[in-house]
């Protein structure tokens, strides 16, 4: 009975180790994905204003945005006239400037977002490429006098993306060699627990291929039940935040597929590491006591 207690504490302690590396990399994945999510969205709504000469008509306008829509690289574009951009004005200054100083003098623009995945392409001289050419192409327009934006949020927002990929990236890396570690551990404590079967296998005879087979078949059953524990605390930790914090959208159906494809990963990275760690605890184990 003894025995039978020990082994099955010896189980749960490794089924417990590969679920909580499993939630930790499951975690970082899911943060990797809301950071590029969220990234995402910022970058789309970010505006660039195109500029149009004072005697562009709406009628010219219109075709200026047809063309400018046609770019494969543009989501959303918006005309404003000087009509328009006179009430904007005088909205926020909350007072009649036209009526002040007798004319309109702003100009008519557009306000252009562009496809996100044009902006964080590769830098040259402090700009995306994405944008650069967009730029470069409308600012050539005819009745086009310039393209502006705020170039340094563009930066700030690459750059802090780049920094939590990479970071997750190597953190993520470290964890896994932390892993393969600690199960590599725990599984030595399962073989230490049975260490009279084994040695009485090694004396009929038995291969190490042979004595390691039971444990490998063995671990990725521990690996398969740890992820799908994994899957199940993230879920639930996932609907918590969502009822926390309503405004984070985590349970929208756009997350399924990709919250669908974290799940797989994190139940082939449960199979592998557990297949890894008890490949090398084993064959440790058994060339020390030879």
């Known amino acids: 009975m003894k025995s ?3 082994l099955w504490e010896t189980h749960s302690s490794t089924i417990l180790s590969i679920t909580l590396v499993l939630f930790l990399l499951g975690m970082c994945l899911l943060v990797e994905y809301h950071s590029y999510r969220i990234t995402h969205d910022m970058q789309e709504r970010i505006t660039l204003k195109v500029d149009l000469a004072p005697e562009v008509t ?3 306008a219109h075709l200026i945005q047809l063309q ?4 494969p690289e543009v989501k959303h574009v918006d005309y404003i006239s000087k009509e328009k951009a006179a009430e904007i004005f005088t909205e926020d200054l909350n007072d009649d400037f036209v009526s002040f100083i007798g004319y309109n003098p702003l100009y008519p623009s557009m306000m252009v977002n562009l496809k996100a995945n044009y902006i964080p392409d590769v830098r040259q001289e402090g700009r995306s490429e994405g944008i650069r050419k967009f730029t470069e192409t409308v600012g050539n ?4 006098t310039g393209v502006t934006y705020q170039e340094n949020v563009v930066n700030e927002l690459n750059d802090v993306f780049y920094k939590i990929t990479w970071f997750l990236i190597i953190f993520m890396g470290l964890l896994i060699i932390v892993s393969i570690l600690l199960i590599s551990s725990t ?4 073989l230490y627990a049975q260490r009279n079967t084994i040695r009485t296998m090694q004396l009929v005879g038995a291969k190490s291929g042979f004595i390691a087979r039971p444990f490998v078949g063995r671990s990725i059953w521990y690996g398969l039940l740890g992820a799908l524990i ?3 605390i993230l879920a639930v930790a996932l609907g918590a935040i969502n009822q926390s914090f309503t405004g984070l959208e985590l349970l929208d159906q756009s997350h399924l597929v990709w919250y669908g494809s974290i799940a797989v990963i994190i ?3 449960g199979i592998f590491l557990s297949y890894m760690s008890t490949i090398f605890a084993v064959h440790r184990y058994l060339r020390n006591n030879k």
């Open 187 to 190: 599984i030595r404590i399962a």
């Open 68 to 71: 400018i829509e046609a770019m």
């Open 4 to 6: 039978k207690v020990n």
């Open 267 to 269: 139940i082939i990275l």
């Open 58 to 60: 709406d009628d010219l």
């Open 141 to 144: 327009m005819e009745y086009v």
């Open 230 to 232: 994994t899957i199940l």
